[in-house]
Structure formats: C-alpha cells, structure tokens
C-alpha cells in the first residue's frame, strides 16, 4: 500500500487523519461493498490488512494550521526561488522530463486505479511529457529573459515570479493537470499545491516521488514545494484570505471559478482559472471524412468528463449524412469496462440526471436522436442503475436553433455529441455564419477545421478569436511541441485567459534599462 504524508518546508509531515483510495474497479464490481470499505478505514473501524488488493494507498489530510505552515514555508521560498538561476530552473524542468518519462507506467498505474480509462491515462502523460519537452521548454525559457544594447543602454525584459503559487487541480484529472504548477515553479515561484481527498494518489506520487528528489538535488529550497490535503471549500477560503498567498491557479466548473476569479482580484491577487469547456468542430465538404469522424469520436473519451475533447460538431450540410453516419458506427463501437481494459475509453458518469435533461429538451426542440441515450452496466447492458452511459450522437438542423439547445450551447460533461447542420446556401455565405457561430461560444478552450480548402483555413484561422488553441485537420486532442497544453477565452479562462503557459501567467514582465557608463 502507498502511504503518502503531506510535504511541508521539504519534509514528510504527519497529517490530521487519513483518505484512503480504494481500487476503481472495486467500485464498479460492488459500489457499497467499497464505500462501506473505504468509510471503515477513515474510521478507523478497519484495517488496511483487511482491504487487500482492492486499497490503492491513502494520503495525509491537513488540518488549518498545517496549510497556514505550508504558507509559511512557501513565503519563506520566495526570494530563495526568485535568486534561483534561470539554468538551474531550465535543468530542474529537463530533469522532470526525463524522470516523468521512466516513470510513466508507474503513473499511468496510479491514474487507472483512480479511475481513469488506461488509454486515457496514456493520453494525459503524454500531454505532461509534451508540455515539458525541451523544445517547449526552450521557446518558453526564451521569453523569460531578453536583452539588447541600445543607445548606450543594456535594455531587459525580464520576467519576475509572482511569488506564492497555490494549485488546485481538478478532481477528475488531479495528477496530470497539477503538473501544471510544476511550470509555475520553474518560473521562480514557490508552491502550495492541495490533492484531492477522492484523487490524491497521483497528485502526491508526480511531486513527493518524482520532482520533491530533483530539487533536493540542484538544492533549491525545501519550501518550494508544500502539499497539503482537505476539504477544498476550507484550504481555499484560508488561502484567499492569507497574507501570504500570491496567485491561485484553479481548476474547476465555470460559476465556482469566475466567482473564486472576483474574489482573489479584490484581494489584489492574481486568479489563473481552468474552467468548463465547450470546443466546437468545423467539418466543411470537402473535409477527409473518416479522419474527422475519428477526430469527433475523441468526444467520448472518459465519457466526455474532460474539458478539451470535442463538445459540438458543425458539419457542413452537403456532408452532414455522410459524417453523422460514420461517427455513430464509431459511438457504437465504444464501450464501458474497467478502467484498466486498454480497449475501454468510457468512465462512469456523475452528471447523470443532467445528461437526461439535456436529453429531453434536445428532442423537444427538435433535434434528432441517432444512438446511444441509455444506461449501461461495465459489461455494456442496459442497466436502469448503470453508472455508464451509452454515447448519444445527435442531429441537430439550424444553426439558430442549436444555440438555443443547451447541449450545444453549454458544457456538457457526459458522452452527448450534438452536430449541428446549417441552413443550405452559398459556401462564403455559410463559411461566415459557421465562424460567428464558434465565435461567439461563450466558452473557449479549443477549436478544430477539418476542410482541404486553403482559403477555408486562413479564415477560419485568422478570424476566430474564441479559444485558446485553433487545430486543423488534426486529432482535437492531440498535444503539439511549443504549444502549450490548456488555457481559453471566454467563461473557460475568464476576462483574462488565453493559451495557458503557466512560467508566463505566474511570473510578470518588468524593463529593466542600465546605462553603460554613469554621466
């Protein structure tokens, strides 16, 4: 059984209590069995003995007091990390890699036992490994210090850390998405960084087993690092109202984050927000079908319980039957299972009542139904208490009228693939209307084209400004060098988002001009 205590100032620390992670899987094969499992050990009213093969490991919970002691230790990093050398900080980042790189079975271990779908898993550690490269780790290291001589003056852009960064990474993708703070660290700054009670295993193994032996290695300081675990409502009010804290990166749902998002700016602090997604997908007539249907496919990937995968498709209506058909032979093809099944992509689904309401007023306002819509068990039967979903891939005819459905109009966390078929007319006509229409999504992570139409591209590309990443012709998921991996417009990133760089959105720019020679 893994054992993780909480990390503060450098060191292993004793929590309050426990949470202890108890095997997905066993939740699937008898859900009360395991969460009666799970409670008597928080209890105390079990042993670990007693759990066998079913218990992953547990993790340290914090009281107050040891979150205000990781502040603590984390202001008392700050200047230390601020005088870090930019190559030691580089050399941290290219270590990180490369231990992430050898341990990547062992993380995608721990994020199948948390319940991620082991295909899915192999995508999420390919997305760390993309955003730690080195050729992004070179274009990103390269706008943190800039110089040139001029007129007799050595003229800088520097970039200087904003100090304490605290990171609250998402419950359904907590391990992958809090290295994310890991770029934050490299731009100088020291962390806070709170697991998840339901996830965090993987959380604690990425910085306690893999990057918390790197540091002590180049000997940055013990602070730089701090991790703690709790209720989040609680260890988010603490850190909003610290005097010590700087910047808080969030991952969560849109209303939580945009309000979290007010609160940290009247305080005077910076709010970095990873919010719901909606991403759209453009397929004009003369697209590659069968690539755009795959692509469209990636939808259902955890049950579409992540931010990035497609969430609605405009298919151009010349192609429309064509496109719908391949993608619900692809929907039907995708199954339920356990989570360490390499053929299963599909997770169990939380917002279940939601997926039935969206469901019911999709089809009262007209739109057409062509799979999926039921609840399944994890060997795919129709199961009325079924804690998986059957893909739905549905019609929808107007673009006016799918703005006003919910199911293209808002996030929608469950496997629900709504494409949108406009109004004939005439193509530049039809491409002007499709672009206002991704446009003015009210959120904006990513956006994809699937055309063979040079003069399509460049429209699409220079005039939609809705989201932080525009892919085309190319997997919707897929992670690119340089690139980074997240970050939006709109209700996903709020007033302020963009790309998502976290060494650029923690740190801040500042000229710095030195005359050569005093007058």
Known sequence: MRSYDLFIDGRATAGSGWTYVIRAAAFLDDPATAFDLKRGLELGLRSPEEAGKDLVGRCALSSDEQ????????????????????????????????????????????????????????????????????????????????????????????RKPDGVVCVNPPQNAAGSNSGLGIMALLGGNSLVVKAPRATPMSVMFLYQEILAPILDRHGLPGGAINLVSGDSRRILRQWLNSELTDDLMFFGDSATGLKLGQDWVAKGKKAILELS????????????????????????????????????????????????????????SIRPGYPDDPEVLLSPVLKQDLFFDFLAEARQGGAEVRCGGRRLDVHGRPADGGLFLEPAVLRVQGLARAREL???????????????????????????????????????????????????????TERVGNGGLLRVNDSHIAFAPVLATHGGTGRTGGPYGELHYPILRTTHLQGISIRNSPR
């Open 277 to 332: 997604g909606n991403d759209g997908v453009v397929v004009w007539h003369d697209a590659d079908l069968d690539a755009a249907a795959d692509a469209l496919s990636e939808c259902f990937h955890g049950s579409s319980q992540i931010c990035m995968v497609p969430k609605y498709a405009v298919a151009h209506p010349a192609i429309a039957e064509e496109l719908i058909e391949r993608v619900v032979d692809r929907a039907r």
């Open 406 to 460: 919910r199911c293209v109009a808002e996030e929608t966390f469950f496997p629900m693939l709504p494409i949108v078929v406009p109004e004939a007319g005439a193509d530049h006509d039809l491409l002007d209307d499709v672009i206002a229409f991704v446009d003015t999504n009210r959120y904006g992570l990513r956006n994809s084209l699937w055309t063979g139409d040079d003069a399509v591209t460049t429209a699409f």
């Open 67 to 158: 979150v205000a002691a990781a502040l603590r230790a984390a202001a008392r990093a700050k200047p230390l990390m601020a005088a870090v050398p930019l190559e030691v900080r580089r050399q941290v980042g290219d270590d990180f890699h490369r231990s992430v790189g050898e341990h990547a079975e062992e993380f995608v271990d721990l994020l199948v036992a948390e319940g991620h779908p082991r295909r899915l898993a192999e995508w999420e550690t390919s997305g760390v490994l993309r955003g730690t490269g080195p050729e992004t780790l070179d274009w990103q290291f390269g706008q943190l210090r800039q110089e040139e001589e001029r007129d007799g003056r050595l003229l800088v852009l520097a």
